[in-house]
């Protein structure tokens, strides 16, 4: 019984053991299953962390432990087209000062100095500056617990602030990173470097490179350039720099610098440097000296045409498209955008702040307005009625379509009867009969009434989208406008009011284009009849010299024949050489272009544009102008005279500019003079002294000088002008036999409004020698308006002032009929 007991007892502990292990068994393999499906989404997000987001986290990672500051890249230099330096950044620095580095630096110059104390005792000056023992001004500050006072002041003093701000600008303890000041020229940021090197100022005062724009031309071409905003971090505001900001801004680069676990910067500060890429190098086809000429013409016209609301001017290659200057005012100087300099803008913000009324606001307001006036480019912005420099286009479709010729006839009594409409000729009496040249050169609008009549309302339409002159050019230049909805369309033509919006459009009126429009146009004109895409960025280029993209001149489309541009090219000398135009004549060029004055309709204050096209040499072209004045100010209300004299109209006025700007142009190209009478053409004085009177007579005749005898020697001891000097082609000079030469200077007379006789008189009188320019068929109507040396020079006698002559008689513009004239 004991034993099957002790058995049984056995057997029963046996299952128990198996059931133990069984259950043991089963709770591991749980376990581990558990275990197991515990890990998969701890080794999934590990893999994921790891693997699939490494470079996120790296970067997350990076960016708690690492504080990155952008330092901007050089912009791209701008050059013009013969490599002058138009737009240029300078390495500058900002001064950055860390509140935080402050204070360590505060207790590190305070141990310093007691240091320097305890071990300087006892020793004298000199020997304690031997062992660079002696205690720095800083250093007492520190120990005086007055460091950051005293760095306060020195960079106050140095950067022209109050003390109280930079003190101000530390009390942020937890910063590492408090910019004073923002690109300091050179003479500052070396006077911050060596008041940091002088009292040991490390760390807690750091120079941070960056760069800034420089214009070295201040004010030159400034509306094509345009401007960087250094208030949104250095982005082109306007202009070239605005357009091609991409191109010109670079990649820029990094300063890094350690913080710790709290978000604060460790003193390891600016420990990292990654170089800024520098942006590529526009090169425009703006030529700087012939942008001067421009500008200055526009500077003379305004001031002595009295002119209110500024003008503009371009000057293009007609063959290429390329665009040599594009001139505007009101101007203002690069270097300062914001400050308005402009005499009529300055005038008119001083009246708004000396008014009582106006509140801060309004004048805030006031200001912006005037600074937008002289940003924008008014020769792609702004549109207006061309007048009569328009006839350009329309004599050019009509001689393309064949409906008019160089033998078509045209009367004029003075006016032309449209539908219900009298449409006023600029001259009253009327031209009379005239062929197509004639009609050209008096800008007749009854004839251009007909001629745009022979064309009719369709052919009229399509070549006014065939020479661009709706829509766009798509220059190369911020802001240009649209004009599709202020041209007539081609069903308004053939309308209700058709007849007469087609005579209007035939002279320039009732529609308005943008000067870039009418300049493209017109070169195409004169080109041989090729339309060229306009263009002001002609390459650019890397940092080396490379060029990257290179524009190509691009004709959009053949307009007219080579036949019809050349009878084009000669009916527009016409215009110059005895028309409407003949004050633009300049002796020895051969210059066409058409007037025009036209009325500033939509404004109704009467107020005029006035304007030239100009094109040379007539046979060749190598350049276009288009120069207008906006606003010249009558002497009373609705007269045609100007306070000074000058009449009103593009005759006048634009041509008399424009000659003397063509002619410089000319020059400067190298195009050589060509004069219709030799004989007048300048002569280098040859040296008659010592030479016998015939023989001096003999040499002076043989290149077509005259002379006059003073004394009764037999050789010639002196003479005026002297060897070398050139003169007017049958000048005289003065031959001295025995006779003493004057030596005293003389004073030059004013010559202003003298006729040309009268002029050559007061200079004679003087010893002093006359060159003339401008109009060389004289009549009573012919004045002098300028002369190359100011009235009151003392002057050497043989001396050559050049005196400009205008007549006065040229009037190609008339009161407004029952249709408003542009002539």
Known sequence: ??????KNKIGSNSGDRRQNRTILGRTLFLMGVFGVMA??????????????????????????????????????????????????????????????????GQSTAAERGASKLEKGAGLTDAEKEKKNLVVTDAEVAAMNGTYKEFIAEGLADILGMEKADVLKRMENTASQYEVLKWRVDDDVSQAVREFKDTYDLYPG???????????????????????????DGNQGAYGIEAKFEEELAGEPGRVVTAKNAAGTEMLSSYENYIDAQPGLNPHLTIDATIQSYCERTLEEGISSYEVRKGGFCIAMNPKTGAVLAMASTPNYDLNSPRTVTDPVLSQYLEQVQNDPSTSEEAYKEALQAAQYQQWINRAV????????????????????????????????????????????????????????????????NPAFIEIGQALGA?????????????????????????????????????????????ATAS?????????????????????GGHLMQPYVVQSFTDQDGNVVKQTQPTEIRQVISEETSAKVRQMLEGVVDGGTGKNAYMEGYRIGGKTGTSEKRDENTGDNIVSFLGVAPADDPQVVILLAFDSPTPVTPGSNYTSHG???????????????????????????????????????????????????????????????????????????????????????????????????????????????????????????????????????????????????????????????????????????????SIH
């Not at 960056?210 to 030159?220: A, G, I, M």
Request: net charge negative; glycine share 8%.
């Open 39 to 104: 890990f998969v989404p701890l080794l999934w997000k590990l893999w994921q962390i790891q693997i699939v987001d490494h470079e996120f986290y790296e970067e997350l990672a990076i960016d708690q432990q690492t504080r990155d500051m952008l330092v901007t890249a050089p912009r791209g230099t701008i050059y013009d087209s013969q490599g002058n330096i138009l737009a240029v950044s300078t390495t500058v620095q900002n001064v950055v000062i860390s509140p935080k580095d402050i204070l360590k």
């Open 646 to 820: 000058f009449y009103i109209s593009g005759g006048n006025m634009g041509a008399l500019s424009a000659g003397p700007l063509i002619a410089d142009i000319l020059d400067y190209l190298g195009v050589e003079k060509v004069y219709s009478d030799a004989s007048y053409a300048d002569v280098v004085v040859p040296q008659t002294v010592g030479l016998s009177q015939a023989d001096a007579q003999s040499l002076l005749q043989s290149k077509g000088l005259g002379y006059r005898v003073v004394g009764d020697g037999a050789v010639v001891t002196d003479q005026i002008p002297s060897q070398g000097v050139s003169i007017p082609g049958k000048s005289e000079v003065v031959l001295y036999l025995g006779a003493e030469k004057p030596t005293e200077q003389v004073e030059v007379p004013d010559l202003t409004r003298k006729t040309p006789g009268a002029a050559e008189q007061a200079l004679e009188k003087l010893g002093l020698y006359m060159r003339a320019s401008g109009v060389t068929t004289y009549s009573d109507s012919t004045i002098s308006t300028s002369q190359s040396i100011a009235a009151g020079t003392m002057v050497e006698p043989g001396t050559v002032v050049e005196v400009h002559f205008m007549d006065t008689a040229v009037q190609d513009y008339a009161a407004n009929g029952n249709i408003d």
């Open 381 to 444: 912005t702004d549109t207006y009625e061309p007048g009569s420099t328009f006839k350009t286009v329309v004599v050019a479709a009509a001689l393309e379509e064949g409906v008019v010729n160089e033998n078509t006839h045209f009367y004029c009594p003075g006016y032309k009867i449209v539908a219900d409409r009298r449409i006023s000729c600029s001259k009253h009496e009327g031209h009379g009969d005239q062929n197509l040249a004639q009609a050209v050169a008096n800008s007749c």
């Open 205 to 231: 005062v750091y120079l941070l490179p960056d760069t800034k724009r420089v214009y070295p031309y201040s004010s030159l071409a400034a509306q094509v350039i345009g401007w960087v905003n250094v208030n």
């Open 507 to 527: 002279f320039g009126q009732t529609f308005r284009l943008t000067p870039i429009q009418l300049i493209t146009a017109a070169c195409a004109a004169v080109n």
């Open 458 to 502: 369709e052919k009229f339409y399509q070549y006014l989208l065939d020479f661009g002159i709706i829509g766009k050019t798509g220059i190369d230049i911020q802001g240009e406008a649209d004009n599709t909805n202020l041209v007539w369309t081609q069903e308004y033509f053939t309308g209700p009011y058709g007849e007469v919006s087609l």
């Open 1 to 6: 019984m004991a034993q099957m007991e002790r």
